[in-house]
Each structure stands twice: as structure tokens, then as C-alpha cells.
Nanobody
């Protein structure tokens, strides 16, 4: 799928923001959006890209890195080919470029470890910048 993330911006600590990621309906190989596990990753300056959250094909299961557990909520609307990341109680350390990604995960059991594996995601969108001021 082709992905486009949006919704980043500047927010004060303690504030909220929702990121969106719109996907094309099908990949080049013909697989639909709903065939993909969707994930959010982030990359802060000077740091490696890290897992934030992921959601299963139908949206029934979600997975979170400890950094966002209890503050972030991932959701998806397969009818709109869109995945969201609602972020609350934002902290300055959440400042990063946020990327959405898609992976098929065919035949795989989903858990926080498998969905957090960056190598499983084959499609990436351009990131959106989130800056949290203290």
C-alpha cells in the first residue's frame, strides 16, 4: 500500500493529538488495506526508529510499546483505508517524526514482539513531525 501520514504539529506537554494515515486501497500486488497489519513507529533526532503501536487486520487486537501504553490508542477504519493514533498526555520525550507502516504478517501470530519487528513492515509512509513543548 501507499501510505500518507498527517496530523502532526506542535502541542504543549499534557495535550492531545491524533495522527492519521491514509492508505491506497490496494498494493501493487493487489492486496487490500484490510490485509495488512498497520503500525506506527517514531524516530527522534539521533535515535533509531522505534515501535509505538500496531493493530491487527480487522482492528480487534492492538499492541503498544511501553512508552505509549495507557496514553496512546491505535485504531483503524478499513472502510476508509485509514489508521489513526490518538495520543493523550503528551510528553516532550514523545517529540519525533511519526511513521505509519503496513505489513502482511501472513501466517504469523500477532503479539507485541512480532508487531514491533520493524522488518515485518514492507510499506512506509512519509512521516509527520510531532513536537511537544514543555
Amino acid at each position: 500500500v501507499q501510505l500518507q501520514a498527517s496530523g502532526g504539529g506542535l502541542v504543549q506537554a499534557g495535550g492531545s493529538l491524533r495522527l492519521s494515515c491514509a492508505a491506497s486501497k490496494r498494493t501493487v500486488s493487489g492486496r487490500e488495506f484490510s490485509s495488512h497489519v498497520m503500525g506506527w513507529f517514531r524516530q527522534a533526532p539521533g535515535k533509531e526508529r522505534e515501535f509505538v503501536a500496531a493493530i491487527s487486520w480487522g482492528g480487534g487486537e492492538t499492541y503498544y510499546a511501553d512508552s505509549g501504553k495507557g496514553r496512546f490508542t491505535i485504531s483503524r477504519d478499513n472502510a476508509k483505508n485509514t489508521v489513526y493514533l490518538q495520543m493523550n498526555s503528551l510528553k516532550p520525550e514523545d517529540t519525533a517524526i511519526y511513521y505509519c507502516a503496513a505489513g502482511l504478517f501472513e501466517g504469523m501470530v500477532l503479539n507485541v514482539h512480532t508487531t514491533g519487528d520493524i522488518s515485518q513492515y514492507r510499506s512506509w509512509g512519509k512521516g509527520t513531525q510531532l513536537t511537544v513543548s514543555s
